[in-house]
Structures are given as C-alpha cells and as structure tokens.
C-alpha cells in the first residue's frame, strides 16, 4: 500500500454536448483502474466533473437559447446519469462553474502573479466590426500561421495541431456573422510558461503514467516553450482578479477543477484536501484523451509548481477512437452515442465495458464496429467465462446440491496465483489489455478443465473424483468473479450471488481468490451472458450506416468562382523522388516531387496514411503555383491533391511524364 492516498481524475467531459464512446475510451479504464486499486487494499479517492467554461459553451448556450449556466447543468446531469449508467462511479462529480473552483482558480491566479509568474501585456486581437465585440477562441477562425490551414481561433484542428494564443491566427473572421475582424489593442495576462523548461524536463524524467504522454511532453519542452495567454474576453468564466471584462482561460480553470473537486469531496468526509495536493510524492493519477497531453504534462504541471503545490505523479493516456476504421467524427456521422445507440437499447454496460478495455492497448487507436463488439463478446464473454461459469455451477447445482466438501487441488490455486501475479505486473504498467488477457486465459483454463476431466462421465464411476473437478471448478469461478469485477462489476455480482453470496463481491480483497471454498447450497443457475444474436447487430450496423448517410447530405453549397479563375492554377503531375516524416508531427511528410525538370519540396499531411517508403515513387497530382507557406519551420512550394479523410492520392489513370499538366 502507499503512504498516500491515491487520487485519481479523468479528463473533464464539456457541457456542449452528450456522451459517445469517444469520452468512454478514458472514463472505462479510469474506474477499471480505480476499481482495481481499491480491491488490492490501497485507499482511494476519485473525482470528476463537468468542464462548464469557454467559448463553445456559450455559443451552443446562444444557439440553444439558453444561458451558459443553464446549458451547463442540463449536460452536467447528462454525465453524471450517463456515467452511472455505464458503472463508472465517481466519489465526487462537480462543476468548475461552482463556488469553490471560482474560488481556488483565483487564488491560484493571485499566488502566481505574487510569485512573478503572471504578466499583462498589450496584445493585437481580432475584433468583429459587426457584432462589437472582442473574438476569443471559437467565435475567429482563419489561417493556422505556423502550417498556412484553416484553423479556429485557439488551436490548428485541421493541420499542425498546435495551440495558438489570441491574435495569432491570419486572415482572421468572426465564426457568428462571417465578416473579416480587423486588430485592436487590449491588454491581456500571460502565463510565464517558458520559464519552466528545466523544471518540467526534470518532472518528466520521474512522471510516471503511459510513454505515449511522457514522449510527446518531452518533444515539446526540448523544443521552445511559450508563455500562454490566460485571460479571454469574455462575460462566461472565472473571472480575471481585478478585472471585470476579463475571464481566466478555461485551461486555467478546468484542470483546477480537480483541486476544487478533491475539496467538495473532503468537506464531506472529514478529510483535508491538502493531503492529496500539496508537498512533494503525491499520488495524483490523471486519465486523459491523447489530445490533451500538452495540457495536462506541461501547462498544469508548471501551473502547479509556480503556484506551490505539488505535481502530478502519473498521467495514462488513451489512444483515440474509430468508428467502422473512419476517423470518429460527429459531423460525418463516425459517432455511436452512449444513451440513444447503446444502453437505451438494452445493451448490458458490462459489455461495452468490456470491449473498450479488452480491445486493444490503451495507448493504441481503438476501432469500434458492431461486428468486431459482436464477435469479441460472444465468443470472450459468452463463450469462454460464461460458459465455464454456468456449466460449472449448473452441475454442481444439479449433482451435489452445492458446493462439495472436498479441498480443493492445489494446482489450481497455484494457476490462480500465477494469473494474480500477471494481472499486478500488468496494471501497475497501465497495460490494460494485457490483464484483461491474463484473465480471461484463466477462464480458458477453467473451460479446458472442465472438458478434459469430464464430471458427467466421472459422477458415474467415481464420484468423489467428480466432486473433486467441480470443487476445483467452483474455486475457479470464484476467483474469476474476484478477479473479473473490475472490468465487468454489474455481471460480477450477478455471478457472486450465484456462488452463494448475498453482499458486494467489490467489498473483497483480490487475494481471496487464493483461498479454498466453504462446502454450501448453490441456488440454481442461470445464464449470465447472452449471445449478440445477428439480427440485432445487423439493424445496429443499418442505424450507423444511415447516419453516415444523412450527415453526407448536409453539404455546404460551395462557392463558385470564374473559370479565368481557375484556369490561374497550374497543376501537374509529379513523382515523388524522396520522402521523410517531418520531426515532432504525426501528421507531416517532407517530400521531394519531379514535376518536370523542377524538383519541389512540399510538406504534406499524409503520415497517417502513408509511410515515407510507400510515398517515395508514386505519381502524384500537385498545385505548383501556390504562395511558398512554412509548415513546422519548413518551406512546402506546392499541394499534393488526395481525396477523402484517408488522403487517396489522386492520379492519371495511365502513366505521364512528370511535368504534364492538367487541363
């Protein structure tokens, strides 16, 4: 046990909209995790809540008709229903829009600018000449000026990913009216980031958690580091000390929100909250998206540090999700809602559960369709531990009554210790999926027993020798309930109660699963796990497909242009003589195109989809006389052109040479 308590976040889900699978791909292995912990004898304390600040909140409050706070509890409630639904129970849910964030969101603000961490400075920010008002975050758009994309006001979603401070963005317009902003003085407040280079190198080296955060943190604070600006205007959010047309950056407030949720939850249980947030060796666990690793392994931690609490200990985080292998996207109806397409059906949450955790590591990309959950339940959950269970239980049941009075074989308890000790070395890794494995290989195990020793033969020739495998079998099921609770709670218990128990299967130690049986009654059995019949699946796979329909109706009708217009483009065919991945991107390949006696260099967003070696070769269809842009430092004279979210290539369909233009 540590001489800490534990406690452990997850990432807060935002009040502008309901919860999908893409949010459940951090709260399942979250409350797994938790789950576990607490069944191994640690003590811990795990919270939560909704992210109530920033501009997408209040313009889905304008949309609605609502005000922000009114928005924000009707999701708030959403979430905490949802994630009941789904057995991810929090010990405290609160909002960063209630007292006690405000409160210690400028606290923390006071006590950084005391320590010389937080200075103002006059900045050029957009400014919408219609709607009269400053544009913060959402309300601009314009052009990414590190990768030349289109971009929203706050971050480069479409291209380099990078974050981007007030008055950054190019060719900046309003998102409400769609008329060009123009720059204005305004003070602002920025948050001295740069001056915790060797701090946060020094913090990362002893952060634990999952590589995937710890590497990506790493590569961006060996590279530069830049103050952030930390106030918006804006009337929605905490607001700025000493400024009434100033808000903090919900960047500011939201990750606060643990501390301010971390006290909601001690004043209610005679504890300090102090105890998990402040002084050195903390146990504070963060389960986040990949998305926000910047966030919460560089902005939070140096927050913490300046303003002198202690640091996080460890930080998991999630690959992203797919649906139907398409990028997850609500727009383009890549989405499967956790209410209206799964738990309103009927659908048990154990299932999903267990799919989003058994899937595959939780660092990797995880790929949700109906046919893979329908065939990894059925044939994991259904097939396998249900099937090992119920035949178990059925038999002795119907033979002996119960349970026999016969020790159980110490083989068997040397395979469960064996799979105990794999399941720990693989949790503390934050290998999810591996446990998980090791677990249902038990289970696997268990069903070959069964088979192999064949007690409906035995009863009739020995049946002590039958009582024997059943008694070992029961033994088996036990521990596989023991150990199974974590990830699968609501089905646990059900097979608890079957085993003879009448309390809380989560209210026991992990290492009973080590000890022998008591001889007693059984109650009858039934199954636990149903099969996913075809039927159903099939209509689940009609809903989605329909959906992806319907949202590629929506098309927005596309300005037209003259055709002297268009006839300005000079497009080519090209070669790609050379291509290499772009440092400290995902997304970006540097490539060298032939395009007929010029050789350009051109960064493209095609990593995801393209390996340099499959790109190096391929004829290509390239803009040549685009305006030079920098993309992540490096100067691209041209633009590959590929159709769709998977980036195919456009090209002719017989070879020309390099050069040859389109017409």
Not at 134 to 149: A, K, N, Q, S, W
Not at 285 to 294: E, R
Not at 308 to 317: F, Q, S
């Amino acid at each position: 046990m540590s001489a800490r308590p534990v406690l452990v976040t997850c990432g807060l889900p935002y009040t502008n909209g309901p919860c999908h699978l893409g949010h459940l791909r951090t709260y399942v292995p979250a409350d797994f995790y938790v789950r576990y912990l607490r069944r191994t004898g640690e003590t811990v304390v795990f919270v939560c809540g909704s992210d109530n600040h920033g501009t997408p909140v209040v313009v889905s409050a304008e949309d609605a008709g609502i005000s922000p706070r009114a928005l924000s509890e009707q999701y708030h409630a959403h979430f905490d229903q949802t994630f009941h639904r789904m057995g991810v129970i929090f010990d405290h849910f609160g909002m960063t829009d209630d007292p006690t964030n405000h409160q210690r969101t400028r606290s923390i603000v006071e006590h950084l600018t005391e320590n010389g961490y937080v200075y103002s400075k006059v900045i050029q920010q957009s400014f919408c000449t219609k709607c009269q008002r400053f544009l913060p975050d959402r309300y601009v758009e314009g052009i990414c000026p590190h990768c030349g994309t289109p971009a929203r006001g706050d971050e480069c979603d479409q291209g380099c990913g990078k974050h981007l401070e007030p008055g950054e963005i190019k060719e900046p317009s309003c998102t409400v009216c769609g008329t060009r902003a123009e720059s204005r003085d305004q003070e602002h407040y920025f948050f001295r980031l740069s001056g915790f280079k060797e701090f946060l190198l020094d913090h990362l080296d002893t952060l634990s958690g999952t590589l995937n955060a710890k590497n990506y943190a790493l590569g961006w604070v060996k590279d530069e580091l830049h103050d952030w600006c930390i106030t918006r205007t804006l009337d929605w959010g905490v607001k700025f000390p000493g400024r009434d047309d100033l808000v903090v950056y919900v960047w500011v407030d939201a990750p606060i929100g643990y501390i301010s949720f971390t006290e909601e939850w001690a004043e209610n249980h005679g504890r300090s909250w102090k105890e998990f947030w402040c002084g050195e060796n903390t146990k504070v666990t963060h389960f986040i998206g990949g998305d926000i690793i910047y966030h919460h392994c560089i902005f939070w931690p140096a927050l913490l540090k300046g303003a002198g609490y202690g640091v996080p200990h460890a930080v998991i985080a999630s690959g992203m999700l797919k649906v139907d292998d398409h990028k997850f996207s609500k727009s383009r109806g890549y989405v499967v809602w956790t209410n209206d397409d799964y738990l309103d059906k009927g659908l048990p949450s154990d299932y999903l559960r267990y799919y989003l955790l058994a899937y595959t590591s939780h660092t990797k990309e995880l790929n949700f369709s109906w046919k893979m959950f329908q065939e990894r339940i059925n044939n994991e959950l259904v097939n396998t531990l249900g099937n090992f269970a119920y035949r178990t239980l059925f038999f002795a049941h119907k033979e002996f009554g119960g349970i026999p009075d016969v020790p159980v074989n110490a083989g068997i308890i040397s395979e469960i210790e064996k799979t105990l000790s794999l399941v720990d070395i693989s949790m503390k890794d934050y290998e999810f999926k591996t446990a998980i494995d090791g677990m249902m290989t038990l289970a696997a195990y268990g069903n070959n027993y069964i088979q192999t020793s064949s007690p409906w033969k035995l009863i009739k020739t020995d049946r002590n020798a039958a009582a024997q495998v059943v008694k070992d079998c029961i033994v088996l099921v036990r521990a596989l309930t023991l150990l199974f609770e974590p990830v699968i709670p609501r089905k646990s218990q059900e097979l608890w109660e079957m085993l003879g128990n009448s309390d809380p299967v989560s209210g026991h130690h992990l290492n009973e699963a080590l000890t022998d049986t008591a001889e007693g009654p059984l109650p009858a059995p039934r199954p636990v796990f149903s099969k996913l019949e075809d039927d159903f699946i099939g209509e689940m796979d009609k809903l989605l497909a329909h959906r992806v329909r319907e949202a590629g109706k929506k098309v927005v009708k596309t300005e037209t242009i003259p055709f002297d217009e268009f006839c300005k483009l000079d497009i080519r065919t090209g070669i790609v003589i050379s291509a290499e991945k772009v440092p400290k991107s995902g997304k970006l390949l540097k490539l060298r195109v032939d395009v007929g006696g010029e050789i350009r260099q051109v960064v493209a967003g095609m990593a995801q989809f393209y390996t340099p070696d499959e790109m190096t070769g391929k004829q290509v269809v390239i803009v040549v006389n685009l305006q030079p842009a920098k993309i992540f430092g490096i100067e691209s004279n041209g633009m590959i052109l590929a159709a769709g979210e998977s980036a195919s290539l456009l090209r002719p369909e017989k070879d020309v040479p390099p050069g040859t233009k389109i017409r």
